[in-house]
């Protein structure tokens, strides 16, 4: 499992995914959200704007992450 670190909390989950270069671009990050692609804390998540804090674990393209902040 990789740790991301984040600066401030929450962040929301497309920025994250954009923001870690998980993908190519914020569109791309809204349709693996929308498609189901993206799991948090064990939980398929659909919600873009899902807040994302220290401590959750984000599944995405067969990985694990857990959030830290710094």
Not at 7 to 19: D, G, R, S, T, V
Not at 50 to 65: A, L, V
């Amino acid at each position: 499992m990789k740790n991301i670190e984040i600066n401030k909390e929450p962040i929301a989950l497309y920025q994250l995914l954009k923001f870690e270069a998980l993908v190519s671009s914020g569109g791309e990050a809204k349709g693996v959200i929308d498609n189901g692609q993206v799991l948090v804390n064990g939980e398929v998540e659909t919600r873009r704007r899902k807040k994302i804090m220290t401590g959750d674990i984000i599944e995405f393209n067969n990985e694990s992450f857990t959030i830290k902040i710094v």
